[in-house]
């Protein structure tokens, strides 16, 4: 029925598919070019509700936050993945405080910056309930928090490194997935898939100076080279 539609000749544009068809599909994460910034951000938080672990979405809504008419729900915005995400994705949350800090007031900035730093035992009042946040229990006493949520597989997934790196190459963090990686290969808690997605990057990046460094890191270390750092450093001449 819609093949026939389409190819009925008809040059009349076709009607504007709603909000909430055009949102559900889009992967980018700032959502600049929806010219109703209010609707995008209700929708995304109607989503997190439903799925209070779509880091995609949390992400979406932040940036989103950021915009003038949206920027008294940026903390709580902020919140919110910070209270679904529990002590993971430190760098996921270190990356969004970083972008968002200019525009979060001095106490804002400074609650989560401790709390990012100290996690689980961090004393804050973290179920405090901010302008914007879905997730807060509104609790203001220091408290366990009450999102338990039966996590599904792929959300557990977070707490391990390698699912981390490949939620930040997901989001474009190339730098903070790199540097996860190296730092998990320099301590020895490495296996073949953490190394070929490692070098993996460094080709992607042409980034030959630290492909080098890590290779000669690892020999210095007395560490058995997998053949990937070899056959990648002879590719590395010609990057």
Same mark, same amino acid.
């Given at each position: 029925?819609?093949?026939?539609?389409?190819?009925?000749?008809?040059?009349?544009?076709?009607?504007?598919? /709603?909000?909430?068809?055009?949102?559900?599909?889009?992967?980018?994460?700032?959502?600049?070019?929806?010219?109703?910034?209010?609707?995008?951000?209700?929708?995304?938080?109607?989503?997190?509700?439903?799925?209070?672990?779509?880091?995609?979405?949390?992400?979406?809504?932040?940036?989103?936050?950021?915009?003038?008419?949206?920027?008294?729900?940026?903390?709580? #915005?902020?919140?919110?993945?910070?209270?679904?995400?529990?002590?993971?994705?430190?760098?996921?949350?270190?990356?969004?405080?970083?972008?968002?800090? #200019?525009?979060?007031?001095?106490?804002?900035?400074?609650?989560? #910056?401790?709390?990012?730093?100290?996690?689980?035992?961090?004393?804050?009042?973290?179920?405090?309930?901010?302008?914007?946040?879905?997730?807060?229990?509104?609790?203001?006493? /220091?408290?366990?928090?009450?999102?338990?949520?039966?996590?599904?597989?792929?959300?557990?997934?977070?707490?391990?490194?390698?699912?981390?790196?490949?939620?930040?190459?997901?989001?474009?963090?190339?730098?903070?997935?790199?540097?996860?990686?190296?730092?998990?290969?320099? #301590?020895?808690?490495?296996?073949?898939?953490?190394?070929?997605?490692?070098?993996?990057?460094?080709?992607?990046?042409?980034?030959?100076?630290?492909?080098?460094?890590?290779?000669?890191?690892?020999?210095?270390?007395?560490?058995?080279?997998?053949?990937?750092?070899?056959?990648?450093?002879?590719?590395?001449?010609?990057?």
């Amino acid at each position: 029925m819609l093949e026939k539609l389409l190819r009925g000749g008809n040059t009349q544009a076709p009607p504007e598919l /709603p909000l909430v068809f055009t949102l559900a599909n889009e992967k980018g994460l700032r959502l600049d070019q929806y010219g109703t910034p209010e609707r995008a951000w209700g929708f995304l938080s109607h989503h997190i509700r439903r799925y209070p672990q779509d880091l995609r979405a949390h992400t979406q809504r932040i940036l989103l936050a950021q915009g003038e008419s949206l920027q008294d729900r940026l903390a709580g #915005s902020l919140q919110d993945i910070f209270i679904a995400l529990g002590n993971a994705g430190q760098q996921l949350r270190a990356h969004l405080l970083e972008l968002t800090k #200019s525009q979060l007031n001095a106490d804002d900035t400074n609650f989560f #910056s401790t709390w990012l730093e100290q996690g689980s035992a961090f004393a804050g009042e973290t179920m405090k309930w901010r302008m914007g946040s879905l997730l807060a229990s509104g609790q203001e006493a /220091p408290t366990a928090s009450l999102l338990h949520i039966e996590r599904s597989q792929e959300t557990a997934q977070y707490t391990d490194v390698m699912a981390e790196v490949v939620a930040c190459l997901e989001y474009g963090q190339i730098d903070t997935a790199r540097e996860l990686l190296e730092a998990e290969i320099q #301590s020895g808690n490495t296996d073949e898939a953490m190394e070929q997605e490692l070098v993996s990057i460094y080709q992607y990046t042409r980034d030959k100076e630290r492909l080098d460094a890590m290779i000669k890191h690892l020999q210095e270390a007395g560490r058995d080279l997998s053949p990937v750092w070899s056959e990648k450093q002879q590719e590395s001449e010609s990057w």
